[in-house]
């Protein structure tokens, strides 16, 4: 570990609504920083200069569990717990749901678009990688071969390739997007769960391990792994991630109370910066790193909206 740990800026923003688990931001081409409230049915986005927040109304029980939002503006969400993913447009307030094609497919989890705009996303409980044609709203479904695989965490390398979490399992996986064929990846540990992943410019494909606390990377070429223990220990919780525009990675230690940020830089192999999140943090579930402000956002349990500046 680096001898002098860097510690970086954190700032929050109380969302309005209580308990209702404000998470998954996303940051929008007017600077606009959108979330759902799990537990409130509701996607809302704030605006950091001003602090106001604006929300939209879902069907009850909806239970949004993660939102993205494409280039034309519109928020594209998963509807957890009514079996849908949905596109809200901002200007008209309109939400026009896609429904699963197999009952099976119960919980739409995480979304995340490709190249060409289209949505590649995870069905947890269902166990299935889907793809939706925005398009057209075609969804193809794509089956995981190992049972109660839990597929969870999911992103889209350099390729185009998703890569997917199996936080139920010790694998990974991926999807060709010409064929749809699935290959498993599976981590060296068998007590591994997998939990969120990330990709960084060189295609190996990195991950946090929920259960038992490391820090993970994946040569797809070679197939080779290689893991680093995470600054707190096997219990840490490491949970939600992101990768920077300087290919180093951050993750929130989760069960440490406060939750902690931890930055890793793969050049130099070790972990650089560790910081405490004002609130509390609860539970640090997704993250997004905005390029162009140089910015990770993430929501907590404790019900924020928080922003992180990195060096």
């Not at 999807?175 to 591994?192: H, T």
């Not at 907590?300 to 990195?310: E, F, L, Q, Y």
């Amino acid at each position: 570990m680096a001898d002098q740990l860097v510690k970086i800026d954190i700032e929050e923003w109380e969302v309005p609504w209580e308990l209702t688990r404000p998470r998954d931001p996303f940051v929008d081409g007017q600077g606009r920083v959108w979330f759902v409230g799990q537990v409130g049915d509701y996607i809302a986005y704030l605006e950091p200069e001003s602090g106001e927040f604006t929300d939209y109304e879902l069907e009850p029980g909806a239970g949004p569990h993660n939102l993205i939002v494409a280039d034309d503006g519109m928020v594209w969400y998963a509807g957890n717990k009514l079996a849908h993913i949905g596109r809200l447009d901002p200007a008209t307030g309109d939400i026009i749901e896609f429904e699963m094609p197999d009952p099976d497919a119960r919980d739409p989890h995480t979304l995340v678009f490709d190249s060409q705009g289209d949505i590649w996303f995870t069905v947890q409980g269902g166990n299935f990688v889907g793809h939706l044609d925005t398009e057209d709203g075609e969804v193809r479904l794509v089956p995981v071969p190992t049972s109660s695989a839990r597929p969870y965490g999911i992103v889209v390398g350099p390729d185009d390739r998703p890569w997917i979490a199996e936080f139920g399992s010790h694998k990974l996986a991926t999807v060709d997007p010409e064929s749809f064929e699935l290959v498993e990846y599976d981590v060296p540990r068998e007590g591994a769960r997998p939990r969120r992943l990330e990709v960084t410019s060189d295609g190996a494909v990195w991950y946090v391990d929920y259960a038992e606390g490391f820090l993970g990377r994946l040569d797809p070429r070679s197939g080779e792994f290689t893991e680093w223990p995470v600054p707190g220990g096997s219990r840490a919780g490491a949970y939600g991630m992101a990768v920077d525009d300087r290919d180093r990675l951050w993750f929130v230690e989760s069960t440490i109370r406060p939750n902690r940020l931890v930055g890793f830089d793969p050049a130099a192999g070790e972990f650089f910066s560790v910081t405490e999140i004002p609130s509390g943090g609860g539970v640090v579930r997704h993250m997004y790193f905005h390029a162009p402000t140089r910015e990770i956002w993430f929501g907590t349990d404790t019900n924020n909206i928080g922003r992180a500046r990195v060096p």
